[in-house]
């Protein structure tokens, strides 16, 4: 199963919005609503921020939102703040019955 | 609260095997099953397999399989994650996670380190 495509970087400053995107295939992005987002500090264990595409976990900002057409899924923080600033992953569930995850995206906070 | 304590860095050689913990508390141990995700250093997130507490079952990722074995002790609350001949690329930094439905992965354990050096 191969990697999900994820930008390497994207930036934005403090107050935009910026999207992240995730691409797949109907083998997986496609085929389930079972996309998930992890947000990684330097040093830290991933935290989960999006699940089943567009849920947030209790204890999440609501700046942070998911959504997905098509074989892409996409992660977008609106009023980006500073303490935004870290890598972010997204997974999805495959026909192989098991995930999957993206390369990984940083995001920089200008 | 929901806790996952791993055990700490390992250091092994080549052709070596290494075993991490993963203690649970928090919740019913049977409840959820726990995946294991690995992450060289630099490098993304890598899924390598997943435990059913309750019954022990296993799904292991394709590129692993021979090498990983996944085990559990439910007098102890604990997942394990064993790895055989070791090799360089296998450096890297090992979590377990809680899975939370919908193939999400809800509370993570701290990371444990395990490098691979001659």
């Not at chain 1, 083998?27 to 089943?52: C, E, F, R, T």
């Not at chain 2, 203690?23 to 995700?37: C, E, L, N, P």
Request: hydrophobic share 30%; charged share 10%.
């Amino acid at each position: 199963q191969s990697a999900l495509t994820q930008p390497a970087s994207v930036s934005g400053s403090p107050g935009q919005s910026i999207t992240i995107s995730c691409t797949g295939t109907s083998s997986d992005i496609g085929g389930y609503n079972y996309v998930s987002w992890y947000q990684q500090h330097p040093g830290k264990a991933p935290k989960l921020m999006i699940y089943a595409v567009s849920n947030r976990p209790s204890g999440v900002s609501n700046r942070f939102s998911g959504s997905k057409s098509g074989n892409t899924a996409s992660l977008t923080i609106s009023g980006l703040q500073a303490e935004d600033e870290a890598d972010y992953y997204c997974s999805s569930y495959t026909t192989s019955s098991t995930p999957v995850f993206g390369g990984g995206t940083k995001l920089t906070v200008l | 609260q929901v806790q996952l304590v791993q055990s700490g860095a390992e250091v092994k050689m080549p052709g070596a095997s290494v075993k991490v913990s993963c203690k649970a508390s928090g919740y019913t141990f049977t409840s959820s099953q726990i995946h294991w995700v690995r992450q060289a250093p630099g490098q993304g997130v890598e899924w390598m397999g997943i435990i059913n507490p309750s019954g022990g079952s296993t799904i292991y990722a394709q590129k692993l399989q021979g090498r990983v074995t996944m085990t559990r002790d439910t007098s102890t609350s604990a997942v394990y994650m064993e790895l055989t001949s070791l090799r360089s690329e296998d450096t890297a930094v090992y979590y377990c996670a809680r899975a939370a439905g919908w193939w999400a992965m809800d509370y993570w354990g701290q990371g444990t380190l395990v490098t691979v050096s001659s």
